[in-house]
């Protein structure tokens, strides 16, 4: 089984940033594509990023575009998520997923292996 941890989470201020890690354990990262998910309270989950398995192609939901990046440093089996501009509306618990296909793509079914999620609080 897949085990991945997510750290990084927070309170920062709306215009701060941050960076979120997902750290992939028993399983070599580059054999998988990696998504990030969010789910803000009473909503559902949604996603965010994603990073795919060789010759990185990636791909961001609109509401993140120009302001998250998403990378891999597959040495050190992790994956990023570059948070910047945050506004109070990305408040939410964030995941990261594994997707065993060759590409990625915003869909949570793809996704075989979830983290246990990182808390992010965007307020003044």
């Known amino acids: 089984q897949v085990h991945l941890v997510e750290s990084g989470g927070g309170l920062v201020q709306p215009g701060g940033s941050l960076r979120l890690s997902c750290v992939a354990s028993r399983f070599t990262l580059d054999h998988y594509a990696i998504g990030w998910f969010r789910q803000a309270p009473g909503k559902e989950r949604e996603a965010v990023s994603c990073?795919?398995?060789?010759?990185?192609?990636?791909h961001y939901a609109d509401s993140v575009k120009g302001r998250f990046t998403v990378s891999r440093d597959n040495a050190e089996n992790t994956v990023y998520l570059q948070m910047n501009s945050l506004k109070p509306e990305d408040t939410a618990v964030y995941y990261c997923?594994?997707?065993?296909?060759?590409?990625?793509?915003?869909?949570?079914?793809?996704?075989?292996?979830w983290g246990q999620g990182t808390q992010v609080t965007v307020s003044s």
């Open positions: 997923a594994a997707d065993p296909t060759l590409t990625c793509a915003l869909t949570l079914g793809r996704y075989t292996d």
């Open positions: 990073i795919s398995r060789i010759d990185p192609n990636v």
